[in-house]
């Protein structure tokens, strides 16, 4: 076969059949960062360590055994990859598999100048929504009526969420009724509109595998040079092997994503329904919980300023406005650069929705600008002299 | 039930009309707008007492901070002028200051705050005709708006 | 590409020791090759307790541990010569004095597992462990049934009505959450107290000294959770009063009471049939001198007490041990210092205000169980049986009366009375009560910050603004307040709360200010005229 190039459409699996069959479809980003650990074209490989169904934690390892053994995807995990990737100061090589809002996340901070992409490769993973693990464990209880120490896995297919347990039975709901009741996604999900890591290295997913080699292969479409040479490094060290995906296969990707797009705009439309009334005092009984942690900025992905940011200087705990100015600071800077991806929320001690609020001014600039945070590689509008040049 | 009860309490206390006078920030560049205001006066010409004038060395030195700020403590308006886009002292921190004040104003607008609170002009130093001009029609128009949400009754 | 340098990591499920409410978080130790630690939180979203949030404590985790921590990779390879050199003297302490002159400490700022080998020598020396935040009253004993944890916090989110005498904004953060899903299902929140808080639907003007049997509006029925707290600084006839009104086995209505450290529930079931010392009383005993070696486990009385001049009295023990995993000030006055691993790196269990029974565990091959092996090793030193971890373990199961750990479910555990020491149940005034040059009464806002003597940007008083106009206080500039007697003096700055007028409240320890409740005297700061 020739070499892989940008641009390519491939199906691929590990060429290790234990893999193949365990990682759910075709264990090929193991391969591929098994390959690259072996080789040395990066020093550590994030893998996931599992504490149970509901629960495991990513950790940096430097042996290829760690990573074959590794967990694997789960919905369930909602880390936050850019500020893992922050903590090692650019002084590490790293491999990682990230989720879309993951790589937006690394791709503003690479604008920013904190995450150096020389040193970390990055598989985008296909991502149609996270759930909150505590949530999950409740639905399992309350709704499908299972023990939750009895699960062994989950899954997402068409539209509904599989539970399985160790006596080998599927118990299934629809997602859509489960989010009727706020079971089911996180909101930010819900209204997401990347679901396929176009901006990572390499983006893989289950979606488009079709046939025989359903369950036993993974799509894989070549992003960067980067990723070619990655998938290549894993073909001819004889850990993955690939071949061109069927063009029905390519078309059935596009339609799943379709369809999970449109979701998307349907609920944008529910949640950002223009607000009645009183907009400031809605804006104001939204915060009136909050409790000033900073948690909201600590973890979020696209903010770069570190301890100093002036939304930590300019806010004085003696002040008594109705809106802090360590919202208003965020609420602006997070206008041009929210790529919505619920940390915020997810964080907030007084259950603020947060990330709904920092879209709710993001969207109209966004929108006007024409700019999407982490999927373009332009300066943000908010640092350039005149907005004209954003063209 | 409760609905009422959480009524009676914490709520934004609005400012009654009565006895109110519109409080003004205006920002003024050092060598465009704020030479207009000088000039203005050396004019003599009548204008509304409302505005509090704050000399800044360019209009992009006026920060987001500052214009909530001003808000926050109880301004019911705030002007910002500067150069006329191209005659910028420092080549070009007018331009800047019109992209933060287009990411301002839309972040104002969703807040519900109404557009005439944040206004931006470029006043050269020889326009003091154009300069109490602007002060005079924005100070109405603020004045028919009333008081700003953001202001709180112990704000004198 | 530029040079690299090679990392490895450790992650440690573990509990914000804060407070008592028990927020189960992550903490990632990286370690650079050739290079000092670093240390950052995670959030451990999985948790039943906070589902991963965090308070202003929590987000400075790391900052906490890395500046109190004593050198933890010396833990790694087991006790050094220093630390059993620390241990023999310690030991050589206990031996040489009669059992009634000794007094151990553990407020709960450890596992139950260094809590139960601590009572373990507490037999071997005939002398009970105190916990002094559980048996801070005479009373306290009778209302441990009511005190221990009987509600979980979900519960709080389903109640109907919610009595409120804690400040969750400042005391319990993430109380907050679940009030805001209360309240959202519709619950009447109320809080008693003098602070207008916007998650209450109604804020009753209630006193710290008042007597609820005056306050109308405290009927609680069967709906009813009512939450409030206990540390050494509470008002016993508050608790006792909420108890009796309540009165659970009539009513059904529900108590929560939360705690100050992260396993003060756990050390006060454990330690519940001991025969147990206020720390008033331990206090009073230092300076008689019937109490000649007190020893604190993971309990920093300074920062415990609001007067200073504690530190003097227990400079007057004869033989002050400290073990402790932080650097507190109490380590600087000890005469033995028993080093112990930081808490994150500890494994073992605790239980946090809910009675939830949480693990701590972390990704190491080998755990750290330092702490718990010195405890041992003096229990040995002293002629006692040392029990193996495993064997504390099963002992603590069976206190708690389950099997094995899970902190999905809360046990039922039946609790019964016991005594406590008597004690006069008195607040501590600072300064003669009626001093009629005050204007003010200062009270304190209990928080993690506080608990732990940690900086924070809280270094201000509250008051309403009405009382701002009153004593003319100038926006933007500071107040000066006077003690009573008018010995301390403080430049402070102010923050204008919607509140009750004639009150100050503050989130941080101040000098003026050695009780609870203080009468203090307020005024601006004279403005100085620039020459």
Redesign the interface.
Same mark, same amino acid.
């Given at each position: 076969m020739t070499k892989v190039k940008v641009g390519d459409r491939l199906i691929g699996w590990s060429t290790n059949e234990e893999v193949r069959s365990n990682g759910g479809s075709g264990g090929l980003v193991t391969a591929v960062f098994a390959a690259a650990l072996e080789k040395g074209l990066v020093?550590?490989v994030v893998v996931l360590?599992k504490?149970n169904q509901?629960?495991a934690?990513p950790?940096?390892t430097?042996s290829v055994e760690d990573v074959f053994n590794s967990a694997g995807s789960m919905h369930?995990l909602?880390?936050?990859q850019t500020k893992?990737l922050q903590?090692?100061k650019?002084?590490?090589?790293i491999a990682l598999a990230v989720k879309p809002c993951d790589m937006r996340g690394i791709r503003e901070q690479q604008k920013r100048n904190t995450i150096?992409s020389?040193?970390i490769f990055t598989v985008g993973l296909n991502c149609g929504g996270t759930m909150?693990?505590?949530?999950i464990?409740e639905v399992v209880e309350s709704v499908y009526e299972v023990d939750?120490d009895q699960v062994k896995g989950e899954e997402i297919e068409k539209g509904k969420l599989i539970i399985e347990t160790f006596d080998g039975e599927h118990h299934s709901h629809s997602i859509d009724d489960l989010e009727v009741d706020d079971h089911g996604r996180r909101e930010n999900c819900r209204y997401c509109t990347v679901k396929i890591a176009t901006n990572s290295d390499l983006a893989c997913g289950n979606w488009g595998v079709i046939g025989e080699l359903s369950g036993r292969g993974t799509y894989v479409e070549v992003m960067t040079e980067k990723g070619a040479e990655f998938l290549q490094n894993a073909i001819d060290m004889k850990f993955a092997e690939v071949v061109e995906a069927p063009e029905k296969g390519t078309e059935i990707r596009g339609k799943v994503n379709g369809v999970m797009l449109k979701m998307a705009a349907n609920t944008h439309k529910e949640v950002f329904k223009p607000?009645e009334g009183?907009?400031?005092?809605d804006?104001?009984k939204e915060l009136?919980?909050c409790?000033?942690?900073?948690?909201c900025k600590?973890?979020c992905p696209v903010c770069a300023c570190g301890v100093d940011a002036?939304c930590n200087k300019?806010y004085d705990?003696?002040?008594?406005?109705?809106?802090s %100015?360590y919202h208003?600071?965020r609420?602006?800077h997070l206008?041009?650069s929210c790529i919505g991806c619920g940390q915020c929320t997810?964080?907030?001690?007084?259950?603020i929705p947060l990330t709904r609020l920092y879209r709710?001014?993001a969207n109209?600039?966004q929108e006007?600008l024409d700019y999407m945070p982490g999927m373009d590689d332009r300066t943000p509008?908010?640092f %350039?002299?005149? %907005?004209e040049e954003l063209e | 039930m409760t609905a009422e009860i959480e009524c009676e309490q914490n709520k934004r206390v609005s400012v009654s009309r009565e006895g109110w006078t519109p409080k003004i920030v205006m920002f003024c560049c050092n060598w465009c707008s704020y030479a207009g205001a000088d000039g203005a006066g050396v004019a003599r010409l009548q204008q509304e007492t409302n505005v509090r004038v704050i000399r800044v060395m360019c209009s992009s030195r006026v920060d987001a901070v500052h214009i909530y700020t001003a808000f926050l403590e109880g301004a019911d308006g705030v002007l910002i002028t500067g150069c006329h886009l191209g005659d910028c002292h420092y080549v070009n921190g007018n331009e800047k200051t019109l992209v933060k004040y287009k990411f301002i104003k839309s972040m104002l607008d969703e807040m519900g705050i109404e557009d005439e609170r944040l206004q931006l002009q470029w006043i050269s130093a020889s326009e003091g005709q154009q300069y109490a001009a602007f002060v005079n029609e924005m100070t109405e128009k603020i004045r028919k708006l009333g008081p700003s949400p953001f202001r709180k009754p112990e704000v004198i | 590409m530029t040079k690299t340098i090679k990392f490895s990591e450790n992650v440690y499920t573990t509990v914000c020791p804060g407070c008592g409410f028990g927020c189960g978080v992550y903490l990632r130790e990286l370690m650079p090759e050739g290079e000092n630690h670093i240390l950052n939180i995670d959030y451990r979203k999985p948790s039943p307790v906070n589902e991963g949030k965090l308070c202003r404590f929590g987000v400075k985790l790391p900052e906490y541990f890395e500046q109190t921590e004593y050198n933890s990779d010396s833990f790694e390879t087991g006790l050094n010569e220093k630390h059993m050199e620390a241990i023999k003297k310690a030991a050589d302490a206990l031996k040489g004095v009669k059992s009634s002159e000794i007094a151990l400490v553990s407020a709960g700022n450890t596992t139950n597992e260094e809590h139960m080998a601590f009572i373990n020598l507490g037999k071997t020396l005939n002398t009970p462990v105190n916990t002094c935040v559980n048996h801070v009253y005479k009373d306290i004993g009778k209302l441990h049934v009511y005190t221990s944890g009987n509600v979980s916090y979900s519960e709080i989110e389903n109640a109907k009505k919610i009595y409120l005498f804690v400040n969750p904004y400042v005391s319990y953060p993430l109380l907050t959450r679940r009030l805001v899903h209360a309240k959202r299902k519709g619950a009447e929140i109320v809080y008693f107290g003098l602070k207008k808080l916007p998650i209450a639907c109604k804020n009753v003007k209630t006193k710290p000294c008042e007597s609820l049997y005056e306050v109308d509006e405290f009927k609680p029925d069967s709906e009813t959770v009512i939450i409030s707290d206990i540390t050494p600084y509470t008002n016993s006839k508050r608790i006792s009063e909420i108890v009796e009104i309540a009165n659970p086995e009539k009513t059904e209505a529900k108590l929560l009471f939360m705690k100050p450290f992260v396993n003060s529930t756990g050390a006060g079931h454990l330690s519940r049939h001991s025969k147990q010392k206020t720390i008033q009383n331990i206090i009073k005993g230092i300076e008689d001198g019937t109490i000649r070696v007190l020893f604190c486990l993971d309990t920093d009385i300074i920062n415990m007490c609001l007067n200073p001049e504690v530190e003097n009295v227990l400079k007057k023990v004869e033989t002050l041990i400290v073990m402790s995993s932080t650097i507190t000030p109490i380590c600087e006055i000890a005469d033995v210092l028993i080093e112990t691993e930081p808490f994150y790196k500890k494994e073992g269990t605790v239980v946090n205000s809910e009675r939830r029974i949480i693990p701590m565990s972390s990704t190491l091959d080998n755990p750290i169980r330092a702490g718990f092996n010195q405890i041992n090793e003096i229990i040995k030193a002293v002629g006692g049986n040392a029990k193996s971890f495993e064997d504390t373990k099963e002992e603590i199961l069976s206190e708690f009366g389950i099997e094995k750990v899970d902190e999905f479910k809360i046990p039922e555990v039946s609790i019964k009375k016991y005594d406590v020491e008597k004690v006069s149940d008195k607040l501590e005034v600072c300064c003669p009560a009626d001093e009629p040059d005050t204007n003010a009464k200062f009270i304190y806002e209990l928080n993690p910050f506080m608990w732990h003597n940690r900086k924070d940007e809280n270094d201000y008083i509250e008051i309403s603004p009405e009382f701002i106009s009153e004593i003319k206080l100038i926006k933007g500039h500071t107040a000066d307040i006077n003690c009573a007697c008018k010995s301390i003096n403080k430049t402070l700055r102010y923050k204008p709360t919607d509140m009750e007028n004639g009150y100050i409240f503050s989130q941080k320890k101040q000098p003026f200010a050695k009780a609870p409740v203080a009468k203090v005297n307020i005024k601006p700061t004279p403005l100085v005229k620039k020459q």
């Open positions: 020093d550590n360590e504490a509901f629960e934690v950790i940096i430097d369930m909602i880390s936050n893992y903590q090692f650019n002084e590490a090589s150096d020389d040193k909150a693990p505590f949530k464990r939750p607000i009183d907009k400031l005092e804006l104001r009136e919980n409790i000033h942690c900073g948690a600590e973890v002036k300019y705990p003696t002040d008594d406005y109705d809106i %100015l208003l600071i609420f602006l206008s041009d997810d964080v907030c001690p007084a259950d709710r001014f109209p600039v006007e509008p908010f %350039l002299t005149k %907005l | - | -």
